[in-house]
C-alpha cells in the first residue's frame, strides 16, 4: 500500500470515531498545553529574575555579620549564614551575635580594587507622612558612596551628598505604595518623630536588594539617631572597573578572617555578589522549571492512556476491514503503518491545539501580571512529544492489529 494510502485510511478511521476521537485529542490538548504552559511560567520568571539581577550591579559585593558555609554551584558561591557554634575559634568578645566594626570596615577600604565603600547601620523605625505612619526600614548610608552602592538610578531628585544632614531617599515602593504619593518629593517625612526633607525617590529595583522598601539617611545622622558608633549593619564595596569582583571579594574574606582571626570554616561574616546571589536563584528556578514540567507530565502521560485505549477500540472495531486488506495484498507493515499514522495523526492535532491553547492561557495570565514566556524550540518540543506519545501508544494496539490471521479477521463479527 501507499503511503497516501495509508494516511487516508487513518484519516477515515478517525472521522467515523468523531467523538471517540475528539475526546482522546483533548487528552492530548490538555497534556501539551499545562507542559507548555507551565514550563513558560518558569522561563518567564527566570528571565524576569535576570533581568532584575542586573539592578544589582556586577561590580557590587556585599558583606554581612554572621557565619557563612561556602559550597560551590556552577560558576558562583551559594552562601549560607550561620550561627558559631560554641567554642569555635573566632573574635573575642564577640559573644553569640558577631559583628563588623566601622574600623574594620575603614581598613578594608585600602584593599586594591576597592573604589568605594560604603558602611550602613539599619534600624526599623516609624515613619510618618502627613497622616500615615508605617514601620519602615531605615538605613544610614555614607553619602559619598551611596550614588554608586545603592545601584538603582534616580527617578525623581536627587542622591544623598555629603553636606546633607536632615536629608533622605526614599525607595519606589515607599512613594508608590506605603504612602501612594509619587508627588512627595521636596516634602517632609517624620522618622521616629525627627523631620526629613526628601530629596531623591529611587527607580523601581523590583526586589532584590531591598530598595524599593526603604529609606536612606546620612550615615551620620542615623548614628546619633539609632545611638550606634561601633558595629555596622552592612558594608558595600563598590568595584573599580579594572579589578575582578570576584578577585576583590576573595582578597576581602582574608583580609576579614585575619581580622576576625577565624578560619574559612567558621567565618563569623557573609560575603555576596550578584554572581553568587544569581547562582542560588537560578538553582531555584531551575528546580522549579523540573517540578512544574514534571507535574504537566502527567497529565500528557494520561492523554497517552487514552490514546492507547482510542486505538485498541480501533482494532476492535476494524477487525473485519484488517482482514479484508489483507486479503486484498496488504502486508503486515502496512497494518502496523495505518493504526501509527492514525495515532500519529491524533498526537499531532492534540499537539496543535494545545500549543493554541498554551498561548492563549498565557495572555489571560499576562493580564494577571504572571510571567510566561513561550519559546519557539518550547512549541517544537510540545508538538514532538505530542507525536511521539500518541505514535508510543499505539504501537501496541498496531503489531495486535498486524498480528490477526486474515481468516479469523473475516469471521469476526
Request: charged letters at 15%.
Amino acid at each position: 500500500m501507499k503511503l497516501k494510502d495509508i494516511f487516508e485510511l487513518a484519516l477515515t478511521s478517525i472521522r467515523h470515531r468523531h467523538l471517540r476521537s475528539w475526546l482522546t485529542i483533548l487528552g492530548i490538548v490538555i497534556g501539551v498545553a499545562s507542559i507548555i504552559t507551565l514550563i513558560g511560567i518558569s522561563l518567564g520568571i527566570s528571565s524576569q529574575i535576570t533581568a532584575r539581577m542586573s539592578t544589582l550591579g556586577s561590580n557590587i559585593i556585599t558583606i554581612s555579620p554572621g557565619g557563612q558555609q561556602a559550597s560551590r554551584m556552577g560558576g558562583g558561591m551559594f552562601v549560607r549564614p550561620t550561627a558559631p557554634s560554641p567554642g569555635q575559634p573566632g573574635r573575642e568578645g564577640s559573644g553569640s551575635t558577631p559583628a563588623i566594626t566601622f574600623r574594620e570596615a575603614e581598613d578594608l577600604r585600602t584593599l586594591p580594587g576597592v573604589y568605594r565603600l560604603d558602611t550602613r547601620i539599619q534600624e526599623r523605625e516609624v515613619v510618618q507622612y502627613r497622616d500615615r505612619n508605617s514601620s519602615l526600614s531605615v538605613t544610614g548610608t555614607d553619602p559619598a558612596a551611596f550614588k554608586d552602592s545603592v545601584g538603582v538610578p534616580m527617578l525623581y531628585g536627587r542622591f544623598l551628598n555629603p553636606s546633607d544632614q536632615y536629608s533622605a531617599v526614599i525607595g519606589f515602593s515607599v512613594a508608590n505604595q506605603t504612602f501612594n504619593d509619587l508627588d512627595i518629593l521636596n516634602k517632609q517625612v517624620k522618622i521616629d518623630g525627627m523631620p526629613f526633607h526628601v530629596v531623591g525617590i529611587l527607580n523601581e529595583s523590583g526586589g532584590f536588594g531591598g530598595a524599593d522598601n526603604m529609606v536612606f539617611i546620612p550615615l551620620k545622622t542615623a548614628k546619633a539617631m539609632f545611638n550606634q558608633t561601633t558595629d555596622v549593619s552592612q558594608v558595600i564595596v563598590v568595584v573599580s572597573s579594572d579589578h575582578d569582583t570576584d578577585t576583590v571579594a576573595a582578597e576581602i574574606e582574608n583580609e576579614l578572617i585575619a581580622l576576625h582571626r577565624v578560619t574559612k570554616a567558621t567565618e563569623d561574616f557573609t560575603i555576596s555578589t550578584a554572581a553568587t546571589v544569581e547562582s542560588a536563584v537560578s538553582s531555584v528556578s531551575d528546580t522549579l522549571g523540573l517540578l512544574l514540567g514534571g507535574i504537566a507530565s502527567i497529565s500528557l502521560l494520561v492523554g497517552g492512556i487514552g490514546v492507547a485505549n482510542t486505538m485498541f477500540m480501533s482494532v476492535l472495531e476494524q477487525t473485519r476491514d484488517i482482514g479484508v486488506y489483507k486479503s486484498l495484498g496488504a502486508k503486515n507493515r502496512d497494518i502496523v503503518l495505518m493504526f501509527l499514522c492514525e495515532a500519529g495523526i491524533i498526537g499531532f492535532v492534540g499537539g496543535f491545539l494545545g500549543v493554541a491553547l498554551s498561548f492563549v492561557i498565557s495572555e489571560i495570565l499576562g493580564t494577571f501580571s504572571v510571567p510566561v514566556e513561550i519559546t519557539t524550540e518550547l512549541v517544537l518540543g510540545g508538538l514532538f512529544f505530542s507525536v511521539l506519545i500518541g505514535i508510543v501508544a499505539g504501537i501496541s494496539p498496531a503489531r495486535n492489529a498486524a498480528s490477526i490471521p486474515p481468516v479469523e479477521a473475516l469471521r469476526y463479527e
